[in-house]
């Protein structure tokens, strides 16, 4: 047990491994700098800060990122997150809102869909505390995945863990292998994870994690000034960030169907120049949040089904952002095996490669 064990809460779509940030943190930073990450995704930056005992800022667009990222900031104890969770399923009745149809009835179990259901209510209804906020990390992270030989730790039918099944992919997947959804242990589960991700807290440094779009100056007000700036921007073409959580979206409130339809707040994908001058808003916006002494840390690659090359697009993304790029560096060998790209390809194509960008204030 380590007290790095909450970052793996949850998988994200093109997350980062945890020693980047760290490392990063380690050799520039010091206790008490302040960080920002403005596209902060299932906020390993966040959760690197903490670890250095350094508060941070996160903002993401996406519920289901900002949902993840808080609870990297959030402390509460596994007995406490388990018997919320509990008490939510003791107290509830019937959810006022159940999904019907084949997915579901081949997703979940009935009695398991029935308590989720609970669960998703009461958290919709009140999602204040830190006990809260880690219970619904936990749930989401548990959603769906694959059934193991022996008890099974997701509640749903075998599903892949990081993207949501395809409704129409997975119905048939499933019936083609008459794999009927197991009555899992809900609390049970939350009760295992719980002590596998809480067990041993890290320091509790304070911060705040945004649901924002890091387009629009104002998200960041009301933030202390920042010396570090470590991010991951969406890479030019990767679009599906939604569409491809639309089980855990609908957890979080969202529809009990895919929807495929251009989500607000998300970086637009319809030229490189046009990408590029979206990004360089951002670079612009936490500018004005950084001391004079600042360094902007990008970790940027790029994949294969658009032409534009992934270093033009960020070089013209940081002219007159306030920033002025000093180095870039490959991504070392020992990450390039998780590269954000490989988290979702099934077969990897050969890949683009990542690099760091360091920038300091212009
Ligand atoms: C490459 S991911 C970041 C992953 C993160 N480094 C991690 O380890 O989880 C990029 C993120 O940018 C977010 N994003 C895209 N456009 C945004 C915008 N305009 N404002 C804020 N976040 C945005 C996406 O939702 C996505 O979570």
Redesign the pocket.
Known sequence: MSNEALNAVCP???????GF?LRVLEQYGKQGDWVI?????????NFAARLRKMPSVG????P??AA??QAKLATATPSGVTASARAIVKAAKEPTSLPTGEFWRLAYHEHTLVQLCQIREALLADCSSDTRILLRAIVLGALHGPRPKGAPSYFSNQSPRTFAPKPKYAVKFWTARGMQPVDVDVLSIIKTRADRYLTEPPPNVGGKVLL?????AD?FTDIPKARFVV?????FG?RT??PDQWLRLWFLGGPDYVEYRQPE???EHSGADHFAA?MGR?WKNVAKHTTNDARLII?YGGIHDRDAVPMDVLKKSLVDSGWKMKTAKAVPDSDSGRR?VRQFQAVPKKAITEHDVYCHRA
Do not use: I, K, N, W
Not at 231 to 235: A, K, R
């Open positions: 994200y779509y093109t997350m980062y491994p945890l940030p990450d403005p596209f902060c995704g299932r906020g390993t930056t903002v993401d667009s996406s289901v990122a993840l990222a924002g779009d890091s387009r629009v998200t991010t991951s921007p969406p890479y990767m960030y939604l707040g998300q970086l979206e951002v970790r954000q």
